[in-house]
């Protein structure tokens, strides 16, 4: 079969016309010779709602079928319907001021338009299909002859393989508190005795470590296709080693924690900079410790290490403290 000469456009809709960010939500594919026109939607209405908070995504997702009952020529669909299939294409790619607008008309050549535009509504559009991400975790295995003698030797060893494979950040960690909270924050020291962050004690991770004293943490090293997971009891770092760390901080970093009453609602970001500012011409580099802001120490109960295999039949290594010893254990992935 010959190839024909094709048009298409893509469809985005803008909330703010102001801002300018727009989200793919359709394409329209016009192919004279072979008297095809159709156009496929799809909203994102994550996106959406990332892009404008609050806005009703249920007026953009009829607007968006209209487009495809015109582009078919449905009898219900209005006079624009009934237009010439020249016409119409012209119509639903002709600049506007609406939410939706289109953009450029590509040209090309193309011996199937349906599968043309099922292949740019594909690449451009689509929706992403969660459950068709997957890859296959082949780097490495973690055998018990090949674990070190403590959790810690291990940790250790691993943490200065991820130098490489992360580049920045490797000390990134996901804390989890017994209220349900979970966040990232930077790992600031590590030892046998557990792993040390620093964070406001006010804050709604220091609110729910004072009431339960328990957190997990999750090094997740996606690029080694590893884990490090972490249970156990929390314990306050003391004055001494608060004051240490806190001059060791940038001025910046400690002008911005006395200043910030963390996790509270705080009218705009330039009540902050104005207090920094404040803060800074009263202190200069002298910026006292807030007495709430501090170090935490997460005291393992247990230490697993996870690395990702083949077919997720992954190798999941645990150290677990019984009474005064160490137990190393296999646990199905």
Request: aromatic content about 8%; overall charge negative.
């Amino acid at each position: 079969m010959s190839r024909s000469p094709f048009q298409y456009a893509l469809l985005r809709v803008i909330p703010h016309l102001e801002r300018g960010e727009a989200l793919n939500a359709g394409v329209v594919v016009f192919c004279r010779p072979r008297r095809y026109l159709a156009v496929k939607v799809a909203l994102d209405t994550g996106r959406l709602e990332a892009l404008a908070p609050g806005v009703d995504p249920q007026p953009i997702r009829e607007r968006l079928e209209m487009l495809v009952r015109i582009a078919r020529g449905d009898a219900d669909a209005g006079p624009i319907a009934q237009m010439d299939l020249s016409e119409r294409f012209h119509w639903l790619v002709a600049p506007a001021s609406t939410v939706i607008q289109a953009g450029p008309v590509h040209t090309g050549l193309s011996d199937d338009p349906d599968a043309l535009l099922e292949r740019l509504f594909g690449s451009l559009v689509a929706l992403p299909d969660l459950g068709g991400m997957r890859r296959s975790y082949e780097q490495a295995a973690l055998d018990e002859a090949d674990l070190a003698q403590t959790w810690l030797e291990q940790f250790e060893r691993w943490f200065a393989e991820a130098a490489t494979a992360m580049g920045r950040e490797r000390n990134a960690m996901v804390v989890a508190t017994p209220g349900v909270g979970a966040r990232t924050v930077l790992l600031k020291a590590v030892d046998d005795r557990g792993f040390v962050f620093f964070t406001n004690k006010r804050s709604q991770k220091g609110r729910e470590l004072a009431a339960d004293p328990r957190a997990a943490i999750v090094f997740p090293w996606l690029e080694l296709e590893r884990q490090v997971l972490v249970r156990g009891a929390v314990e306050l770092l003391g004055e001494s080693d608060n004051d240490t760390y806190w001059r060791e901080r940038p001025v910046g970093s400690r002008l911005s924690a006395a200043v910030s009453p963390q996790s509270e609602v705080i009218g705009s970001r330039a009540e902050l900079e104005r207090a920094k500012e404040e803060l800074a011409a009263r202190v200069g580099d002298d910026v006292p410790r807030p007495p709430e802001w501090g170090g935490v120490r997460v005291v393992p109960d247990s230490v697993e290490f996870w690395q990702g295999r083949e077919d997720r039949l992954h190798d999941r290594l645990r150290f677990r403290r019984d009474g005064g010893a160490w137990v190393v254990e296999r646990l199905a992935p």
